[in-house]
Structure formats: structure tokens, C-alpha cells
């Protein structure tokens, strides 16, 4: 690390995931120079929730030698991924681990980045590519007492690698967000005690995990190159797409046969290819609502808890919260030994040195804490580093009341997709950007993020799309940002389809980068 200090790089890379490493692949093969920074983890029962065979690159050296050993990878599948691809991209020689990026600012004089990390290493990339996720800013909630708790308590994303044992513990879990239901099903069975503080209920859908056959897989990787490329024409990134006709014009027979043969295949399926006006039409998204109800309902013996876990009448509009896949979650509820805190019923008043103390008076004695509650979404990542533009205005500055156009930036929020798809097609975008203004010599304050690409705002009208959406109609959503408190609250996501948002950034390419602002290196 020390040998770094002062380098000058064409690319910095913040971040190692899908999108940081998809960037590495394609800048070496450039003959650029480049380096990842990485700041570094998971929590029990972390899985994907993207059908296999979407959840990977498709850079067919990787593609063609992996086998996955169940349609929505665990952590540990995944983990064995990415060594797999390290060593096949030999990745890690370019990667500097434990190393936050903290700032960054654009200096004019010399048309470079000036990057600097919590370990006060600086240096000096042309282009700074920012892959860090828009889940990289933890949200923990202002818990009166929170320090005094003298058990184990950690949230979700800052998960010890090494484990935390639960076993015969008494185990709380604040938060029913896909990662709740995820920790919540996983360690359900292993736990003394299991209390439960839900304030909004999950409308979990089964995802059918199965094992996968690897001479099946074998057989269908012929058509991986076809399926890939069909990703970019749907709606998520997916393989399926949109139901091609509104609710109300099929028979309620046909709905029947239609949402039963979502529900057989599993995960998003069911909402995806789901009738296309289910989620801007508020009646036809109850009658979505209510298939899922019934079905699930059926699974959860105490009608009190049934009616908490599943109501009656839903909060908020279905899918307008991000729903979650689950394999066992409803189950667990019946376990003797399962607590559920309706916690609209009984806040929260103060946690204490041995659990949590509701409003009820009531003292819930806990070993380990789970704080599943979420993140700073999608802004987070890039406001907690502070980065400055020729202005001298930080992007978190710029953002205090939304994220809009700033000097030549010009930001518009991600497609919302798959993770993959999405960042491989914005990956795709944003070097041959890079190697546009690098063979022309060009230079601006070019600041991209795979999610904040430098757009022309005006066609990616996220707020006009979004207010069609019933994605509004809840009262705290990462959608929204209306989760943390004090954040702008407007649509973070481009919903108009990944297939839409791809002719976009495509056509923007192909008229000569149309609306960017680029200058020659030298002009400061
Ligand atoms: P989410 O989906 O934001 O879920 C956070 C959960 O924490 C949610 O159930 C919240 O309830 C709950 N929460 C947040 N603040 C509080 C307070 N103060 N008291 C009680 N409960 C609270 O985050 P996840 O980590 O589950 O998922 C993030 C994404 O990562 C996920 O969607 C995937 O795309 C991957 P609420 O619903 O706001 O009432």
C-alpha cells in the first residue's frame, strides 16, 4: 500500500463487487492502468434473490467453466464465486483491501482525481468510477440506550466474517426488510428465543430454491449468450418480462391461471410477469394483493399473528416496498418459542443493558441484537464520501434536497433491474465513455457511478415515472428514501424499464455523448 502513495492511475475503482470488478476486466483489457480500493461483509442467510443463470457475469471465460449448485446462490456459493473468478481474472493483484475511500476532488491543474482513504493513502486517477453498491451506507436507528445493551448486537452489514454463534441464544431482530426475513428463517430453528420487532410486515413470496442439475446447466449454457442479450430487453433485467395485458381485461379465471402459474415459478416471477398495470392501477394491485394473502395466510396457525404477518388490508400497495423471497419465514412464526412485536402496536421506548423495553413495559431479555434496518440507499454510498467538484461543493451538499444536475454532471438515479444486467450495461457505458474522452483527450470533472451515470437529467424523468408508481404510496421505502429521516424524499430508481433506460444511455452514446460537457485536458 505504501508503494501507491502519490500513483498515478487512468482508473480508480471504488468498490469490488460485480460492478467494481466488471470495470477491472474491461480497463485492463484497454491496457489502462487501474486499481480497485475496497472497504470490505454478510450476515446469516444472506442469498440472492435473482434467479439463476442471472446472477453472474456474462464474460464467457467465466461463464463456461462455473457450475452453481442452486438456483438463488447462498453466501457461501457466492463466496466460493468470487474466488473462482479471482482466480480465473486474477483480480485480487489489482485490489487493494481495507482501503475506504474517504474524499476526492477534482483538480484543474492537472485534469486529475486527488483520492484520498481513511489510511490517508492519495492518489491521482484520470478517471474515478465509483461501483460502490447503493447499499454501502448502513442506516442504524437513534435507539435511546443503545450503548447500554451489554449483549451482542451488530447491524446486518457490519456482520463479523467470522460469525456470531445464536445457537440456544436469545435472539432479537429489528426489521423485516428482505434482510430480516433472510436472517429471520435462518435462524429461526437454531435460536433459544426468537422476538421479532416488525413495524411494517413483509409480503414475502416463495422463491422454490431447488438444486440444480450441473449436466442440465451443462446443456443450457448453448444458450447463455442468447439469454443474456434478451436481459436487456425486459423490463428487469430478467429473462421474463410483463404479463402483456391489464388485470381487469382477463376473466377472473384467467387471472386465477395466470397468478398460479407465477406462484409455481417461484421468486419474482410473480411480480414481475405479473399484469402490467399492477403496480400504477391501485384496484388491480389489490386483487394482486389478495391472491398473495390467501396463499400465504394459510401457512401462519395463530390468526393474530396471521393478520400481523399478512393483514387483511395491506399498509401500502403491493411491491410498492421491496418484497422479499423466503423459503421457511412464514413457519417460524409458529414456533412456541417466536415473539412477534407489532411495534405500531408497542414501540420501542429504550433499550437497556439486558434487551429491548417496549412501551408496554415489558422488558424482552436478549443475547444478540440484529439491527435489520436497512440503509442510506442508493444516495448513501456516494454522499458519505466526500467529493468535490471544481466548485468546491460536495455532492452531499448538492444533494441535500435531491439528487440533480451539478456543473457538467449531470446524475440520474439507476435503472431498477437485476443487479448484474444493470451493471454490466451501465459497465459497458461508462468505459466506452472513458475511452471516448481518453482517445480525444478530453477531461472534465467526470465523476460516474455506475448507478449515477452523467446524464442528461431531462430523459430519464425519474420523477414523472415515479409518481405513476404506487412505489409513492408507502410511508418509509429505500424506493423513496423516505427511510431515513431528514432525506429528500422522491423516486431513486428509474422505473421505466431497464429495456427503455438501455435506448436512452445507447442513443445518448451514439449522438456524440448528447448533453455531457466534456473540455480538453490542459483547459482548466
Ligand atoms: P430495508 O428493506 O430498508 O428494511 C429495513 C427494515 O428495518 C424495515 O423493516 C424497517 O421498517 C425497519 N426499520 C427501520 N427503522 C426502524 C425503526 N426505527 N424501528 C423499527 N424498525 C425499523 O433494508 P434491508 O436491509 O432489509 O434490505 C435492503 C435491500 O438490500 C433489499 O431491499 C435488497 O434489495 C437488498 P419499515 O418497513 O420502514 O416500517
Redesign the pocket.
Known sequence: MVGLQDTELDVLVVGAGFAGIYQLYHYRKLGYSVRIFEAAMPYPGARV?SDNPYYQFSIPELWKDWTWKERYPGRKELLEYFQYVDRKLDVKKDVSFNTRVVAARFDQQVDRWIVTTEGRLVVRPRFLVLSVGF?AKS?T?D?KGLEKFKGIFHH?SQWPQEGVDVKNKRVGV???????VQIIQEVGPEVAYLTV????P?FALPMWQKVLDAEVQAQQKVLYPTMFRRRLQTVSGFGFDRYPKPLFSATPEERLLHWEDLWAQGGFHFTISNFNDYSTNEEANREVYNFWRDKVRLRIHDPKVQEKLVPTIPPHPFGA??L?LEQSYYEVFNQSNVTLVD?NDCG?SEMTSKGILTEDGVEHELDVLVL????D?VTGSITQIDIRGTDGVSIAEKWVNGVYTNLGMTSAPTAFSNGPTCIELQGDWIVQCIQYMKENDMDEPLFMQRQQLKLNGVQLSCMDLGSRSLATKT????YMGS?IPGKAIEPLNYSGGLQNYFKIITGVAERGYEGFRFSKCGEA
Open positions: 434473490d447499499a442506516y436507528p435507539f446486518s429489528i426489521g423485516t426488510g428482505a434482510t430480516g420487532f416488525q413495524r411494517t413483509n416496498k421491496r422479499s411495534l420501542i435489520a434496518t436497512g440503509f440507499s410511508k418509509t421505502s429505500w427511510n
